[in-house]
């Protein structure tokens, strides 16, 4: 038995060997009201962690959780808590960080009853789930055989009806990452895309490029062809739109699809979900 053990050891020195991660999960979208004043919060939920990744700033490495929640003009990050389910129905969620505590339960049809602290100041809070989307995380591990290691993830959000299809070019995606990157550690998230549009940000070298391109000819879309007219705030052509609204990588800044909504020139495929 040893002699078998010693005769594989010494086959994966001499290749390159690869393990694949695949992880499902959801998005989803609430609004809700505390003590008067309205919220709204973005959770991730996966159905795992990835564990057994290297700690690279290089790597953006996605917890099984994780969110923000938007209250009175301030964005609050959060990737502690949980998402309690009862044969795929949301019962319960609680979300927490240094500054938030968000604890909410179903109590009739889809409204969620609990509180919400901020810095320490409890109140009352009732919330709705607006969409759902799934997501998708496909991932790699290389062990070559010069002993380097590379990882790379790529990531997804779509409609239901497009799971199978955008999992087939996640795939594809994920295996020219890792041509692209045989001794190097690269991550390159694809966050939406529908029928009509695919909008991604990829991280390379501790640099940001977003980009959305229209599906039926790959033309890549400026400010110009989104918006009806020009908007001296909205300057940088580093950008990517979703349901979630409008994301500009060089100012870590994004504004809400309700806001921009009225000066869309066409919605893109991204109100009809």
Known sequence: MRAIFMVLLCVCTLFSYEIRHENEGKIYKFTGDANGEKFEFYITNLSAEFENFNSKDALKIPPKMQGHLFFKGSKFEFSKGEIVYDNGKILQINALSEWLNLSIKREQGDKFEGKLAIKGKAMKATAKKVFTYETLVLASQTIN?????????????????????????????????????????????????????????????????????????????????????????????????????ISFCDEEKTISIEEIKPYLKENFGLLDE
């Open 145 to 245: 055989s010069n002993k380097t290691r590379t990882e790379v993830l790529s990531s997804d959000y779509f409609g239901s009806k497009f799971k199978q299809k955008y999992k087939n070019t996640l795939s594809s995606r994920l295996d020219e990452l890792r041509s692209q990157n045989k001794n190097a550690i690269s991550s390159v998230n694809l966050e939406y895309q529908n029928d009509k549009i695919r909008s991604s940000v990829t991280l390379k070298n501790d640099s940001k490029f977003c980009s959305t391109v229209k599906i039926k000819d790959q033309k890549k879309l400026k400010l110009k062809d989104v918006f009806k007219s020009n908007d001296q705030n909205l300057t940088s052509e580093n950008f990517m739109i979703s349901p979630l609204g």
